[in-house]
């Protein structure tokens, strides 16, 4: 497949995608429903490249990601391919001058993360990682009351991400091996997620962690296994408030539940990612169940807020909304709460603080990063 596509108007935001998978349809329907153009497809193989090209309706197909990463006709790369292969890809991308959109892990290591989030603010480039459950209206509804003071000091953290698509030993995947998905696979991947909702809700980060990990097999369909199926760890925050966080990719039943707990002196708060359009108060002397409704919202969720209440909205749209921020922010817009590669750099020295947490058997480790 090698014929372009006119492009649609001046301004229009021309996009690459490296990968075909499920992350890269995702991509692509936000890409479009935020009006830019994908122009061009690269995976693995040039045979690859084609099939992916025709699934996800690209210009064309590239035989190779130099090919697709040195395309004149192309503003962002969104790079949707292995863990490990996300460092080198993204920084290849800065280097030609593109934007850049990196699923996450952004990296494998801290400091590779670092360089990247380096590279990109002295190229003056838009460079953003998918932590899109900051996109639920309902979580910037929770961040709102949070900055507002409504829920008074924070206390105590109760959050977890809970998955089952690896419970049994016959399920397997290119992220349970290192080599090919990083050191740490459920904190890097869905943990990472659970630290940054956090962060951004309450407004602070995490200071200090105890961790714990477990691998509970050795083998995966007849291959060796040497990164964790389940995460247990306990924070502290800057204001001194502490919190458990649970993280497993083998809890039967939860296919991705994601939930943030929050109690404060006044109020508590509990947002549940399989129930987006709610919002939980609670208070001594009663509790409400708040619903999304963009006419009483506050205005950073009402922005986010596609259509009226009553009309359920969900994941695609979180992400619809992210890529439109990212596209608002390549055309010169500031888009309030971003997560950029300064926001992977950081998840990137969460996960490294777990694992050596984790390695000296729990170790209290302090975050500096």
Sequence with gaps: MTTDVTDTGLGTIRAGILGGGFMARVHRTAARDAGGELRAVATRSREGSRDAALALGAGRAESDAAGLLTAADIDVVHICTPNATHAELALQALNAGKHVVCEKP?????????????????????????????????????????ARGEAGDLLTLDCSYLQDWMLLSSDDDWRVRSESGGASRAFADIGSHLCDLIEFVIGERIHALSARTRRVFSERS??????????????????????????????????????????GSRQSLRFEQERPEELWIGMREESRLLLRDPATADPDSARLQRVPAGHPMGYQDAFNSFIADVYAAIAGAEPDGLPTFADGYRSAVLTEAVLASAADGGRWVEVTA
């Design 106 to 146: 952004l990296a494998t290591t801290a400091q590779d993360a670092k360089v990247l989030a380096e590279t990109a603010e002295a190229r003056g480039l838009v460079a953003a990682v998918p932590f899109i459950y900051r996109y639920h209206p309902m979580v910037r509804e929770a961040r709102a009351r949070i």
């Design 222 to 263: 007849g291959q060796s296994v040497d990164t964790e199926d389940i995460v247990a760890v306990l924070v502290e925050t800057e204001s001194g408030a502490l919190g458990t966080l649970l993280i497993s990719q083998m809890a039967a039943g939860r296919k991705n539940a994601l939930t943030l707990e929050l109690h």
